[in-house]
């Protein structure tokens, strides 16, 4: 009789990968202790990820949902780089597993920036495609500010930082109109 597949063996091994990558980062995200920690084997973990990049990327993907939904649930446009930040501030691993893999994000739909910019558009006028550039300066602002925050030495610096970021991202946001690009 033929075994009877595991219905729940990709999530497991995911969600072990996730408490490997928080309690360690990536020196404790090995293949090895991965597949001990879902209860599986090695060889069954390699059937589902073709490697340690492929099973990075699939936890990447699931922070940026994460994220991703989290922004979406703004009340408004103007707390989405609040909510940013303190999504990171709150799960900095995790960020640092999206940071690492932002280029394979980068051209895939981005419904955050899409949201964003149709609330700049009916806010300011225009199109929401006039807002590329207030929404792209915001983003590069908070994922700056993010590896500062993931990466700082003291609260002290996390303070300066966080604030710092908040109030050039409220100056974009006052100013979003001057930035429109209208061609």
């Not at 922004?71 to 999504?87: C, E, G």
């Not at 590896?147 to 996390?158: C, F, G, I, S, Y």
Request: contains cysteine.
């Amino acid at each position: 009789m033929p075994p009877i597949p595991d219905k729940n063996l990709e999530e497991r091994i995911l969600k072990a990968a996730q408490h490997l990558w928080k309690a360690r980062g990536e020196k404790g995200l090995t293949l090895r202790a991965v597949a001990l920690e879902a209860g599986t084997t090695t060889p069954t973990l390699y059937k589902r990820f073709r490697n340690k990049e492929a099973l990075r990327l699939a936890m990447a993907s699931r922070v940026r949902d994460e994220l991703t939904a989290d922004l979406l649930s703004s009340p408004s446009v103007d707390q989405m780089h609040r909510r940013y930040l303190a999504y990171v501030e709150a799960h900095p691993r995790e960020y640092e597993l999206l940071r690492l893999s932002l280029g394979h994000f980068y051209s895939t739909p981005r419904p955050v920036r899409i949201w964003a910019t149709a609330q700049f558009a009916a806010r300011f006028g225009g199109q929401p495609e006039d807002y590329g550039t207030v929404y792209d300066g915001i983003f590069l602002l908070c994922h700056g500010a993010s590896v500062l925050l993931t990466t700082a030495p003291d609260e002290a610096v996390r303070i300066a930082t966080r604030e710092i970021c908040i109030k050039v991202c409220d100056k974009l946001l006052e100013n979003a109109a001057l930035l429109r690009s209208t061609q």
